[in-house]
């Protein structure tokens, strides 16, 4: 069932167009990210389902009804901030309630609501407690907690987790996720972090420039980057990308595809082969990572970074095989070109 449906959906400021037309469905109950660099468009795209922007052209439809012009109050969504937007004269429990409260709902229903959405994230003990008293985690869970309350037909998470710390960040991205299965609610998330996106949605929306780059699972986006701007901007750290005939002049014996411009390999795909190798790279700069390490150095003029659990130092020459890594072709146009040999090198 769809459950948000945007259809043709155009943003303009005078004659600065920031989204030259947008079509997406959501499903009930899906986790959806929306997932870009700075500017593309993607808060401005979740501000506009919320009532936050006004439309430029297009239609926003919740559950079939048009949102159209319709007061953000009334619209069944529930957001929340980057900033937490609490009210810092309240406590914990007046912050909760206070859109029930706005909407003229009984006393009671309404502790009973706070005192039950508390228990879900675990604020029980901190109800009594002012803004100014909690963590940073503790105020993002407050701010959850009041979209929750209204029990809305949709969540909207406008980057919620930026200005956490990287543990409380790891921990907050567990708990959403855990929150969204018990919920089983329908949930639209903003962020530039792509590893957010990668670890939370269902389905990510990649955006560039106010359009839609690919849609798909986190998988999908990985394993299959429709263009060479998801391919870079989907992985940790940022895929490799060497000219065609540099990698021809590398690797004589590697295959290429008719129309290939380029060919991107993923760090963690390079295959390191000391006994089997068909090119060498100086490694100019180690990152130990724990688990492996980063090898930075140059192929062919390009810059190139290897991720292995081999142990290597600066200095030494990195032995790979790039005929036996896992390898995307890409266009004059920067268009993945699909093939069989490379779904089964994938």
Known sequence: MTKLAINNLTKAYGDNVVIPKVDLDIHDGEFVVFVGPSGCGKSTLLRMIAGLESISGGEIKLNGKCLNGIHPSEREVAMVFQ??????????????????????????????????TAGHLQLDALLKRLPGELSGGQRQRVAIGRAIVRDPELFLFDEPL??????????????????????????????HDQVEAMTLADKIVVLNKGEIE???????????????????????????????????????????????????IRPNQVSVCPQDYDCEMLIKVVEPLGHARLYYGELGGETFVVESDLRFEQGDKLPLNLSQSVSHFFDHQEQRIESKAIANAA
Not at 217 to 224: T, V
Not at 246 to 264: A, I, N, Y
């Open 214 to 264: 690919q849609v798909g699972a986190p998988e999908e986006l990985y394993n299959q980057p429709v263009n060479r701007f998801v391919a870079a901007f989907i992985g940790t750290p940022v895929m490799n990308f060497l000219p065609v005939d540099t990698l021809s002049r590398l690797v004589p014996k590697m295959q290429v595809f008719d129309g290939t411009e380029s060919v991107g």
């Open 83 to 116: 900033s937490y937007a609490l009210y810092p004269h309240m406590t914990v429990e007046k912050n909760m309630g206070f859109p029930l409260k706005m909407a003229g709902t009984d006393k009671s229903k309404i502790a009973e609501k706070v005192s039950e």
């Open 162 to 191: 930026s200005n956490l710390d990287a543990k409380l960040r790891g921990e907050m991205r567990v708990y959403l996720k855990q929150l969204h299965q018990q919920l089983n609610a329908t949930m639209v998330y903003v962020t």
